[in-house]
């Protein structure tokens, strides 16, 4: 059984930061590419961010410069860093990782239960 646990959402004026965290646990043999995704009311979910496991990232056209992916392989943990945040970036954030749970199974993508983030005017 795997879990994805993200924390650090919450409410924050425009121009503000928050940092979101996403912790993976249990029977786990691999981490692969993570990502953070958002879902705004009505809307899509979309990617946010990437990381592989390896450490390259890519960002969506409207994060870029503003938000930072990273991780920690140690600690099974992946982070996103959203600075200068606009009241277009609320939504509900997600975190995805692909995860490997014995040597001889496939990297499978779980999803964490979401966090939101809502940004003030």
């Known amino acids: 059984q795997v879990q994805l646990v993200e924390s650090g959402g919450g409410l924050v004026q425009a121009g503000g930061s928050l940092r979101l965290s996403c912790q993976a646990s249990?029977?786990?043999?691999?981490?692969?590419?993570m990502g953070w995704y958002r879902q705004a009311p009505g809307k899509e979910r979309e990617l946010v961010a990437g990381?592989?496991?390896?450490?390259?990232?890519n960002y969506a056209d409207s994060v870029k410069g503003r938000f930072t992916i990273s991780r920690d392989n140690t600690k099974n943990t992946m982070y996103l860093q959203m600075n200068s945040l606009k009241p277009e970036d609320t939504a509900v954030y997600y975190c995805?990782?692909?995860?490997?749970?014995?040597?001889?199974?496939?990297?499978?993508?779980?999803w964490g239960q979401g966090t939101q983030v809502t940004v003030s005017s």
């Open positions: 249990g029977s786990i043999f691999r981490i692969g590419t």
């Open positions: 995805n990782a692909k995860i490997q749970t014995e040597a001889w199974n496939s990297l499978y993508p779980y």
């Open positions: 990381i592989t496991s390896g450490g390259s990232t």
